[in-house]
Structure formats: structure tokens, C-alpha cells
């Protein structure tokens, strides 16, 4: 019977890591479905851009306050389940405290866990206060109703918890280690938990060691249901974020990358050795579809970043045209490139591995085309992102799809690319009469 416990333990992480792994696999699958793309270039870019902007948080903290508090939380939960590894071989081995051996480093340890913690409790209760009693304008936006919304309280909710657990159960271990309790060895340093320790000076020992077992338990299982709760959550980018930032776009935000089978056209064009009246050869390849209506168009890479997005609305609160009452908000350009190609995975599940068709597709179910053609091309919500990603390369996508597939470009843009091929301007005037406007008085 003594060994009950372990058993459970060693259960319940294997159920939990198992779940965790069918969801990562679950989760590449869905990104595999986006077009290859070559990203082998610049590796020691790519690795410097991971460790500045994933690993250093370089473009959270430009706006200091939610910059701050959000490293505090990231810095504080990620060295915190550091602990994690205790537990988990406590729980497996049937040990308490095992790195308890390394003394004076190992109250270091606790010590610095416990005022992390507590800066993490701090920095959740301002996100909340922000999110639902000053209600912030990037939190308010119509795609945040619904579950985006009670997302990101649950995850707080759950962060808080996860905190107040930890503390609880090392408030009650410190208690038990006073009373002298066998297996409660002095161990140590609480600078928090022993704070509230008087609260629990009247329990006996077995209630005491009830209290902490408890909070032991409930601190190991919140962590495995966090685990896997990610996948279902925008928290995934804490995973993502560090795949997402090595693969973001290297060259200038500015610059456009050229279809390749549009390039050919155009290099036969001027090249006066090739008949452009030649009949295309039997052998040759079907052109492949211009720009992209649905997530199967989309390269990996975009993809990647549509489950990489942390929901900030940062993207959204610099973009011009929604801060001018557009319909565009680059935030949900992501959130609805992730749900559609969510809806294509449970699509490939039900049937057994293939895809059928549904119907439906990215372009029009979830993304209008009022949204696509409100976007100036500006590149603010690129540079705003904290997680590199990239709304305005489907939205050009998206347009070129429009454009050279159905032709249904805005009637001021056919308009305007009318003129430039007649007139070889924007403007509907004659070339012999472009500069008459010099001569009036």
C-alpha cells in the first residue's frame, strides 16, 4: 500500500505527457499542411533574433508597464516549475525534498522561487485589473468576445492558482518542518510562505500534512492541465514563440516576395530568343494557383505563426486602419487563419487521414474581403508584434488571389493599374500631356 501513491503518480504524468504529445503531433500535422518554403538562410541571424526577442523579450518591453510585468510572469513560471523536477521525482521515488542535499544553495533556490511567485501573483492581478475594470481598447475588440476573452482570464486564473498553491504548500511543509514531523526535514528558506504560516499554527500535524499533500497534489496536476491546456490556448506561443522568432522574415519589411512563375513569364517576355506565340509543351507543368483563398495555400511558416499569436492586440491598436474604424484588425487575421485551420484538422481526423472538401475556406467564411483591402501594407502590425509574426503576408496573399485569380480587385485599383498600362502612371492622363500643368500661369 505504500506505494500506492507512487503508482498514481507515475499514472497520472504519463497520462499527462502522453496527451501533451498528441497534441504536439496534432499540432505539426496542421502546420505541415502549409506549403514548403525555404528558410536554411542565415542561421546565425535566425538563432540571434530567437535568443533576443523569444528568450530576451526585446520587443515586449517597449511598452514598459505590460512589458515588464509580462517578463516577471514569464521569468517567474518558467524558473518556478524548476521545481517541477523535484516533484517529480519525489512523487516517483516516494522522496520529500530530495535536493534538499545541496543546503545552502538549495535555500537559495526556495527563496528566490518564493519571491518570484509572489511578483507573479502581483503582475496577474494588474494583467486581470487591466483586462476586465480599466478594460484596455485592445481588449474590448470584437474578436475578443467569446472564448478569446475568457481565455485569457482562465489563464490567469489558472497562473494565480498554480502560485498560491506553491506558497500554501511550502507554508505547510515549513509548519511540519518546525513541529519536527518525520519525513519533514529541515529544508529551505521561505521568505513568502512564511508569512502566512501563523494561519496555520492551530492544525494538528495530520492536518497539517493533509493540507500540504494536498497542495502538493493539486500543484503537480495544475501543471500537467496547464501543459495541455496550451494547445487549446493562445498561451501556445510559449512554446511557439521560439520556433516562430528563428523563422521570421529576414529581408525588409518592405519588401514583397515575387511569384516565381510570374518572374519566368515576365524573363521569356524579354527575352527576344524565345516565341511567346509557342504552344506550351505537352509536358509542361499545370501553373500553380495565384495567392491563396483557403489555410492549404498558406506556406508552414505562416501557419506557425497563426498559432504563435498571443492575442496582445498590439498589431491591431498600431494599425492604421483599424485605429481609423476599418473593419481590419491584423489580431484577427491570425485568430481566424488558426480556427480555419483548426476546422481543416478536425476536417483530416474525421475522416481518417484525408482532407475532404467542406465548402468552406479561409477567404470569405472567416476573412472578408473588406478586411483585406482596408490594410495599407505599412508593416506597423509586423513591428509591433513581440512573437515576429507576419498578418500582413496573408493579407497580400490574400489580395494577390483576388487579383490575378478572380480578378475582383476595388474598382479605384483596376482603375489605377488600367492607367499604368496605358498611360504608364497612376493618373488618367495622356504621357504628351503629363507635364502641361507646368505651363499654366
Not at 534538499?100 to 511567485?117: C, K, N, P
Amino acid at each position: 500500500m505504500q506505494y500506492v501513491p507512487n503508482i498514481i503518480f507515475l499514472a497520472l504524468l504519463v497520462f499527462g505527457i502522453g496527451f501533451f504529445v498528441k497534441n504536439v503531433g496534432r499540432l505539426r500535422r496542421n502546420i505541415l499542411l502549409g506549403k514548403d518554403v525555404d528558410v536554411s538562410d542565415n542561421i546565425s541571424q535566425r538563432w540571434k533574433n530567437m535568443a533576443m526577442i523569444a528568450l530576451g523579450q526585446s520587443k515586449m518591453v517597449v511598452r514598459p508597464v505590460a512589458g515588464m510585468l509580462h517578463v516577471i510572469v514569464y521569468i517567474g513560471f518558467i524558473i518556478i516549475n524548476i521545481e517541477v523536477l523535484e516533484i517529480v521525482i519525489d512523487g516517483i521515488f516516494g522522496t520529500h525534498r530530495i535536493f534538499a542535499v545541496l543546503g545552502t544553495f538549495y535555500d537559495f533556490l526556495i527563496g528566490s522561487f518564493e519571491l518570484l511567485a509572489l511578483l507573479v501573483v502581483v503582475a496577474v492581478v494588474v494583467f486581470w485589473i487591466r483586462r476586465n475594470i480599466v478594460r484596455l481598447r485592445r481588449f474590448i475588440k470584437p474578436e475578443m468576445k467569446g472564448w478569446p476573452q475568457k481565455d485569457g482570464n482562465l489563464i490567469l486564473y489558472i497562473e494565480l492558482i498554480l502560485m498560491l498553491l506553491f506558497l500554501t504548500m511550502n507554508a505547510a511543509d515549513l509548519q511540519l518542518q518546525q513541529q519536527g514531523a518525520e519525513h519533514y526535514v529541515r529544508a529551505g528558506a521561505f521568505p513568502v510562505s512564511s508569512i502566512i504560516v501563523p494561519l496555520f499554527e492551530s492544525m494538528s500535524q495530520t492536518h497539517l500534512t493533509l493540507l500540504e499533500r494536498t497542495a502538493w497534489w493539486l500543484h503537480i496536476s495544475g501543471i500537467l492541465f496547464f501543459l495541455n491546456y496550451l494547445y487549446y490556448s493562445k498561451h501556445l506561443h510559449i512554446l511557439l514563440a521560439f520556433p516562430n522568432t528563428y523563422y521570421g522574415k529576414l529581408t525588409p519589411k518592405g519588401q514583397f516576395q515575387n511569384l516565381e512563375s510570374v518572374t519566368k513569364e515576365v524573363r521569356m517576355m524579354m527575352d527576344p530568343s524565345v516565341d511567346s506565340f509557342a504552344a506550351p509543351a505537352e509536358d509542361a507543368p499545370i501553373p500553380e494557383k495565384f495567392g491563396a483563398s483557403d489555410v492549404h495555400d498558406l506556406s508552414w511558416v505562416q501557419l506557425l505563426n497563426a498559432y504563435t499569436c498571443t492575442e496582445c492586440g498590439r498589431c491591431t491598436s498600431e494599425c492604421p486602419a483599424n485605429r481609423t474604424g476599418k473593419k481590419l484588425s491584423p489580431r484577427k487575421i491570425m485568430m481566424d487563419t488558426r480556427d480555419r485551420l483548426e476546422e481543416v484538422g478536425k476536417n483530416i481526423e474525421v475522416n481518417k487521414g484525408e482532407y475532404k472538401d467542406d465548402g468552406k475556406q479561409l477567404l470569405d467564411d472567416y476573412i472578408s474581403r473588406e478586411e483585406l483591402w482596408a490594410c495599407t501594407s505599412c508593416n506597423a502590425c509586423v513591428e509591433a508584434c513581440p512573437v515576429s509574426i507576419d498578418p500582413l503576408s496573408i493579407i497580400m496573399d490574400m489580395r494577390q488571389y483576388l487579383v490575378m485569380e478572380q480578378s475582383a480587385a476595388p474598382s479605384d485599383l483596376n482603375n489605377m493599374m488600367g492607367n499604368i498600362e496605358n498611360n504608364g502612371a497612376p493618373w488618367p492622363f495622356n504621357q504628351m500631356d503629363r507635364l502641361n500643368w507646368g505651363q499654366e500661369s
